[in-house]
């Protein structure tokens, strides 16, 4: 269920600003004048076919890449190289091959590594490890070896590592492509948690509609330029934007399209209970008798 962010974040900066912003490499203008305003404590996802520019957005809001032209504003301070190492300290930025995300040669060690680069005392490190590892399920699996674990558990464990360093912004690219529908199930459920609970600024780059869905807001990137921004629930019933991102169009919606052939029409949505809810409705006002002449 989307969530709204804070009464008080209204009168906040917002988390992150991008005022005209150009990327350009040799000849190709990946980025095209892009603007955008996330305010604290929004979930926004972020979709758009391969090559359209999602991955460099984020590696831009994390100082990794350096705009061309335009301004880069965190939480109401300009993304500058002098205040790079801050700026990464407050933005988690996780991405689809948790292999590569790995430093330690244990879960343990991987949270501790991020913390002990925070100067924190070892009793601080050592609370924050318990604390994250309970969140994510880890507890069992401190002092196992990256290579031991399971997919799902090492992208459990990245974020782990990446949360308990208490980022305000959290960006994951494609960080759950890698996974089966169990476990990407489970890491959506704890983004969910964290989002209500730490009033967490997710970013989630994806093309899972069910990720796609869950956030407050839907950014939709075409060839370097914002090609929709709105409701995930408005955006992803449009046809032309799911064809244009190489989206696969929602179950449900294809539910509401083959009801409605067949003489059934409840509109259309992305929200499995308000179709639920509406068919159950018409069966309850329907006899039997009505329903099998409508079809
Ligand atoms: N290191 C690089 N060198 C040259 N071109 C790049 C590099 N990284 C990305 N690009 C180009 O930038 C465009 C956008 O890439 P990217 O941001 O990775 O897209 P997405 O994440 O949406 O797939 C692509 O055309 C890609 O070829
Ligand atoms: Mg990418």
Redesign the pocket.
Known sequence: MPLMYNQDDKHKPPAIQLNNIRFQ?GS?T?LKQLSISIPAGQWVAIA?C????????ARLINGLLQASSGKIIIHGQPLQQEHIYDVRSQIGYIFASPDDQFIGLTVRDDIAFGLENLCLPREQIEQRIQTYAKLLHLTELLDRHPATLSGGQKQRAALAAVLAMQPSVLILDEATSMLDSHFRDQLLQCLQALHVEQQLTLITISHDIKELSAADRLIM?HDGVILADGKPEDLLIQQQLLKACRLEAPYVLELCKELRLQGIDIGESINEQEVLNKLWALLSSRSPIAIKSAR
């Not at 391969?50 to 957005?57: A, D, E, F, V």
Request: hydrophobic letters at 25%; zero cysteines; charged letters at 15%.
């Open positions: 490499r190709h990946v758009g391969n090559g359209s520019g999602k991955s460099t957005l990137l």
